[in-house]
């Protein structure tokens, strides 16, 4: 993605609430069952799904609108083999290698290893009511992706976020995510995100945007792990209201280009004496940062809030990934999402704009 394509896509996401813009491409919805497999509290763009208007707290209706009613075992992997010699092949089964398979259609959705224990559909909205410690919460979303491979289930908490509610007025509603992987390729994982899930492109974003994460592997008791989960999403308001006093000091605190820049030195120090290569590639990223940080003075003043999203944005989206072996760019790019790599840089952004801020 260029520079050009991010502040375009700033630009759409300023006019239109979080998860009214960026979409782009296929839904990625699981059609097995013959529809797509959504249940959504609100119109979601692409059209598709099942919306109840305003939502329903009933998780076995939202469990079949959401086309993820099944179940999901481990059954051994089975093959056949002979040698040259012979003439009939064997039927072997491989120690230690399962399919997990939906119990609705026994369709296969990965292979996994002896220790994977295949975490349910139902126990996603089970845990999600016990983390915030409310059994009739009203459910946002919930579906399937990938036939069914990817499950995602989507509750929105009580009270929404206002960054400078006097001045820019910015709105974060904050949704807690649940995403489960069926096929042994990734963690279940936990979000408190700004986006609700209704496809895979909203997914992608829950992922990039969510403020805190919380993973787990597929154990017998990844799901008991309440208080740890607790503790890493920071579940309270106190947590919320914590986080917006700051984000709207930095949104009442202009800074100066030229501190700015400053912050750019400070996160990407270069040594004078470095290859021309490197210091190609620091000009170049210093071009880019400044050219985003323009794009949010356009919507949000010159201020320490518009440089700390002009660094997020440049993280997220236009940092260059080196791909690892059979890995593109995007999917680097959006492994370091899910990994948090770029966790240190923001914060020591936010930081150091907090200290310009208070003095």
């Known amino acids: 993605m260029t520079i050009t394509d991010v502040n375009a896509e700033l630009a759409a996401r300023r ?19 013959g529809q797509a497999a959504l249940y959504t509290s609100t119109p979601a763009w692409h059209g598709l799904g099942t919306v109840i208007p305003g939502g329903t707290d009933s998780i076995d209706d939202v469990l079949t609108l959401g086309g993820v009613a099944f179940g999901v075992e481990k059954r051994a992997v089975r093959y ?7 003439t009939t092949p064997e039927l072997r089964t491989a120690a230690d290698y399962f399919v997990t398979v939906r119990t609705d259609t026994g369709d296969p959705l990965g292979v996994v290893g002896g220790k994977y224990v295949p975490i349910q559909n139902r126990d996603l909205f089970v845990f999600l009511q016990d983390l915030v410690d409310n059994h009739g919460v009203i459910w946002e979303s919930a579906g399937a992706l990938r036939g069914g491979k990817r499950v995602f289930v989507t509750m929105r908490l009580p009270e929404d976020v206002r960054i400078d509610a006097d001045g820019i007025n910015d709105e974060i509603v904050p949704f807690v995510v649940m995403l489960n992987s069926h096929d042994g390729r990734s963690p279940a994982q936990a979000l408190v995100t700004p986006w609700r899930v209704v496809c895979a492109n909203t997914e992608r974003f829950a992922v990039r945007d969510a ?33 917006a006093a700051e984000e709207t000091l930095l949104a009442r605190t202009e800074i100066a280009l030229n501190d700015f820049d400053k912050l750019i030195t400070e996160l990407w120090p270069v040594d004078q004496d470095a290859p021309v290569r490197t210091l190609n590639a620091a000009e170049r990223r210093r071009d880019g940062l400044n050219g985003m940080f323009r794009a949010e003075i356009e919507t949000l003043g010159q201020t320490a809030y518009a ?13 260059p990934r080196r791909p690892g072996r059979s890995m593109t760019e995007e999917i680097a790019r959006a492994t370091a999402l899910l990994e948090g790599t770029d966790d240190e840089i923001k914060t020591r952004a936010h930081k150091r704009l907090m200290l310009l801020a208070r003095h």
């Open 15 to 33: 006019t239109a609430s979080w998860d009214r813009a960026e979409y782009r491409g296929k839904d990625g919805l699981d059609t097995t069952l």
């Open 80 to 86: 056949s083999f002979m040698t040259e010699q012979e």
């Open 211 to 243: 403020h805190t994460s919380w993973r787990v592997r597929h154990t017998a008791s990844a799901l008991t792990r309440i208080d740890e989960a607790r503790r890493t999403l920071g579940l309270s308001m106190e947590y919320y209201q914590e986080w």
């Open 307 to 319: 440089a700390e999203r002009a660094v997020t944005d440049y993280l997220d989206h236009v940092a």
